[in-house]
C-alpha cells in the first residue's frame, strides 16, 4: 500500500503524469529491442571465442589438405589440374583464418570499450572503422554471434550507418579484412606458388607441365582442359609407356596414332583396315576425331611366344622300335647260398651259386654227388 502512494504523491508533487513515471523504468529495464550495452558485450567476449575455435579448426583442416595436394603431385602423372583447384581453396581457408585473426581483435577492443560505446550518442572517431568492419563480416563469416553485434550497433547508431559500413562509404573499412574475404579468386601465380611450397615441405619432385607466362601471373587460374586426366585410367588400357614424345597433349603421350591406311590396330589381324582410334576407327567407320600429330614414336607390338613342343626321337635309328624302348630288361640275380642238405631240390636250389662260406669238406662231397 505504501508503494502505491508513494508514485501518486510524487506524481502530483512534480508536473508528470502517473504513465510516464512507471513506463520509464520499464522500457530502461528492457529496451525493447533498443541497444543495451549489457547486452551487447556478452556477444562479443563470445564472439572472440567464436574467431578462436573457428581458426583452430580451419588451421587443423589446412593442413591435411596440404598432404593430399603433395600426395597428387606425387602420383606418376601428377594430377596437376585437380591440385591447382585444391590449392586455390587452400588459399582461400588460409585467407579466412587471417581474417578471422583481425576480427577477434576488432571485438576485444569494442569489449574493452563498451562503456565508452554506452555513454556516447555519436560513435567514436577511433571505433568507427572497427564497427563498420563487423557489421560488413557479418554475412560473410560463420560466427552467429555477429548477427546480434550487428543489430546493438544498428539499435545504437541508426539504419544510415548500418549502410554506409556495408557499402564501404569512404573507405571506413579495413582493407586487409576486405581483401581476405574478398569473392574474387587468387591470382595463377599465387596459386603456383603455394603448390611449389608444397612440394618443397613434403620433399615432392614435381614441376609444372605448363609454366605460367607473364600475362598469366595475374590472371586467375584458367578453367581446367583436362590435359592432367589419364586416358583410360579405369582400365588402363590406353596407357603406353613406350611412347614417350615430350609434347603436351595426353591422346599422344598415350599413343593414339592418326587414322587412315593401316593403322596402329587395323590390318590382317586387326579390327578392320581403316586403322587406328581415330579416322577410320574400326573397320573404318569411324570412332572420334584423330589427333592433329602423329607421334614421333610408335610402340612395338608384343608377339606372344610360340609353344615350345619336345623334339621326337627317332628309334629305328638304333636298331629297335619304340615298344623295345620301354620293355623290362631280365636282370639274373644269383640266390644266397646254404649248406648242402642231401636232396635233389636243395642241389637245384643251390646250383650255379657261389660256395665261399662252405668247408672243404662239404665241397668234395658235393663232387662225389655230382659225379654219381
Excluded at 88 to 94: F, P, Q, S, T
Excluded at 280 to 309: K, L
Amino acid at each position: 500500500t505504501k508503494r502505491t502512494k508513494q508514485p501518486f504523491i510524487h506524481c502530483m508533487d512534480c508536473s508528470n503524469s502517473f504513465n510516464t513515471f512507471l513506463i520509464e523504468p520499464i522500457s530502461t529495464m528492457f529496451s525493447f529491442g533498443g541497444y543495451n550495452g549489457t547486452k551487447l558485450k556478452p556477444q562479443l567476449k563470445m564472439a572472440v571465442s567464436r574467431f578462436q575455435i573457428a581458426a583452430n579448426k580451419k588451421t587443423a583442416l589446412l593442413k591435411q589438405q596440404m598432404r593430399e595436394v603433395a600426395v597428387m603431385l606425387a602420383e606418376d602423372p601428377p594430377r596437376e589440374e585437380k591440385a591447382r583447384i585444391r590449392a586455390e581453396a587452400l588459399i582461400r581457408e588460409d585467407n579466412a583464418v587471417e581474417a578471422y585473426e583481425i576480427l577477434q581483435l576488432a571485438c576485444e577492443l569494442l569489449a574493452e570499450r563498451i562503456k565508452l560505446i554506452t555513454s556516447m550518442k555519436e560513435c567514436p572517431a577511433d571505433l568507427v572503422s572497427s564497427i563498420s568492419t563487423l557489421i560488413w563480416a557479418c554475412d560473410r563469416v560463420d560466427i552467429s554471434e555477429l548477427s546480434l553485434i550487428k543489430k546493438q550497433f544498428r539499435a545504437k547508431y541508426g539504419k544510415k550507418f548500418e549502410e554506409n559500413a556495408v557499402n564501404n562509404v569512404g573507405g571506413i573499412l579495413n582493407e586487409r579484412v576486405v581483401s581476405k574475404l574478398s569473392v574474387q579468386p587468387p591470382a595463377a601465380y599465387l596459386v603456383q606458388v603455394y603448390l611449389q611450397r608444397i612440394c618443397e615441405q613434403f620433399e615432392v619432385n614435381w614441376k609444372p607441365a605448363n609454366p605460367l607466362t607473364a600475362d598469366q601471373m595475374a590472371e586467375p587460374m584458367a578453367a581446367p582442359v583436362g590435359y592432367s586426366v589419364q586416358v583410360a585410367g579405369g582400365t588402363g588400357l590406353g596407357e603406353v609407356t613406350s611412347v614417350i614424345t615430350g609434347m603436351e597433349d595426353t591422346d599422344q603421350e598415350s599413343g593414339y596414332s592418326k587414322g587412315g591406311g593401316g593403322g596402329s590396330i587395323g590390318g590382317d589381324d586387326g579390327y578392320g583396315g581403316g586403322g587406328g582410334y581415330g579416322g577410320g576407327g574400326y573397320g573404318g567407320g569411324g570412332m572420334a576425331a584423330a589427333p592433329s600429330h602423329m607421334p614421333s614414336t610408335v610402340a612395338t607390338p608384343i608377339i606372344p611366344a610360340a609353344p615350345y613342343n619336345p623334339p621326337s626321337v627317332d628309334t629305328r635309328s638304333q636298331g629297335g622300335s619304340k615298344a623295345n624302348d620301354y620293355e623290362e630288361v631280365d636282370i639274373f640275380v644269383p640266390g644266397i647260398p646254404t649248406a648242402p642238405t642231401g636232396t635233389k631240390d636243395d642241389n637245384q636250389s643251390t646250383k650255379g651259386g657261389s660256395t665261399g662260406d662252405a668247408s672243404y669238406d662239404d665241397l668234395a662231397a658235393r663232387f662225389n654227388q655230382l659225379k654219381k
